[in-house]
């Protein structure tokens, strides 16, 4: 907490999803900055057509996401996990009840008919899919730090304190090109 204001920053988990031409849904779990102004205005800004939307599908769940798919950080890729495909969806009402009420779920989101949507998933009995851009908490700023900002800067923290570069491990992009 900030300023008396709660930073929607840490650990937002959210899933994200793409309806196919045979109207089967595939989703995958993302695990950090899952808020629309994070995950939401990420693929508003980067993955904006079915092509590149798609691409995010394929190397399973991911930590975060970023600008490029090179930037994402996909669990079975970057982390030497197995990969935990996506999840495939019947149809769109299948869909739409098989992530509702999850708790460990704050948003979902779909790309469908062009366009990203998104639903908060407060003890929903089924979601409710807006556009991103019309989400009640989105603003189109980029709020405060990032998860993986956060992380970077523990990081540089601890290397303050005394600790050696070669004890520390952390999730970024700097790690993950040392692991490939």
């Known amino acids: ?12 988990r ?10 089967t849904i595939l989703s995958i ?14 693929l508003i800004d980067n993955f904006k057509t079915y092509i590149s939307a798609e691409k995010l599908f394929r190397y399973g769940d991911a930590s975060y996401l970023g600008s490029t798919l090179k930037e ?10 197995d990969i935990d495909p996506a999840t495939v969806h019947k149809n769109f009402e ?20 062009g366009q990203w949507l998104v639903s908060d998933n407060y003890s929903k009995p089924e ?15 980029h709020k405060g730090m990032t998860e993986v900002e956060m992380i970077s800067q523990i990081g540089n923290a601890l290397k303050g304190a005394g600790f050696k570069k070669e004890d520390i491990s952390m999730q970024s992009w700097e790690t993950k090109k040392k692991l490939n």
Request: with cysteine; hydrophobic share 25%.
């Open 72 to 81: 994402c950080s996909f669990y079975g890729r970057d982390w030497q996990r």
């Open 29 to 42: 779990y993302v695990h950090s900055d899952g808020y629309p102004d994070g995950v939401g205005q990420c």
């Open 14 to 23: 959210s899933n994200i999803a793409i309806q196919k031409p045979d109207g």
């Open 127 to 141: 979601l409710e899919f807006v556009p991103v851009t019309e989400h009640k908490d989105y603003s189109g700023e």
């Open 94 to 113: 299948s869909f739409k009840t098989h992530y509702a009420g999850d708790v460990f779920i704050e948003f979902v989101y779909l790309y469908k008919d």
């Open 1 to 12: 907490i900030l300023n008396n204001k709660k930073e929607e920053n840490m650990s937002t």
